[in-house]
């Protein structure tokens, strides 16, 4: 071989090589310092806030225990005395009716207070079965006149008005002769003249009737005065013996008038007419025959 040559000048730069692997993980670095945490001073109290919604209803308490008995009060001064059935004064309110057996409806007792008109219902009946109306009470005064008042109605969802046993009856008015024995009367403005007005009265006392057993009039308790006189009404009867009586201690069973018949039928078939197998029922007075027939109005029981 021969000697070796002279060195060479430096070549260029050569383009960049490929990106080297990833080297070795480095080893734990030493732990930092400790740093020390100072609590701050108390911050001033903020605004208050929006009120909130009201909050649900709480539960029912308990019921509280009862409350000492009161001391009795002092006894009120008499009522004042009435002038027409029998009346105390007792400081409370008490309800009647009171019927005309006429067109035109009837006053109150003195002191009493009218609250409203109407017609002198005796009893509704239908099926057999009769719902009677005590004459002193105010169901016995319907506002309204309806020759059948009521519906049947039946477990399928349907009523009925105007059946064949629906039948209403109503107190009648005086001297009406004249149609007792004619056709049954069909349409309201014929029917309204035989039908008796009432009234309910509010007053201060409790109203009682009393009845003498006698034609002579009772004399009312001590402190008590009457309202009004009449005669001893017991009950009355439709066809089949269905009908409805009167308390009698109720003003109900003291009748001003004694007329017969006292009553009217109205059947469901917007029919109204005096029937003869329609019954009237009074007191009779103590001494009376044991049998046979008595003119009207003679030993009846007077009542006030």
Known sequence: PGTPGIKGERGATGEPGPPGKPGLNGGSGNGGAATELVKGDKGER??????GDPGMP???GDRGLD???GIKGEKGEAGEGTSECCGGGNGDLHVIARHSQSTTAPECPSNWVKMYEGYSLVYFESQGFALPQDLGS?????????VMP?????????CQHGQRTDKSFWLTTNGQDDIKAMVPLKTEEDI???ISKCSVCSGPQYVIARHSYTNDLP???ANWESLWEGYSYIMVTGGGGVGGGQDLGSPGSCMEEFFLPSFIECVGRG???YYVNNLDYWLAAKKRPHSGNVRHGKNLQRTR
Request: charged letters at 10%; aromatic letters at 10%; glycine letters at 16%.
């Open 150 to 158: 009521f519906l049947q109605c039946g477990s399928r969802n349907m």
């Open 271 to 273: 029919m109204c007419s």
């Open 46 to 51: 903020g605004v208050p806030g929006i009120p």
């Open 192 to 194: 309204l003249p035989y």
């Open 138 to 146: 105010i169901g016995s005064c319907m506002e309204t006149f309806q």
């Open 58 to 60: 709480g539960f029912k």
């Open 219 to 221: 004399d009312c308790p």
């Open 67 to 69: 409350g000492l008995t």
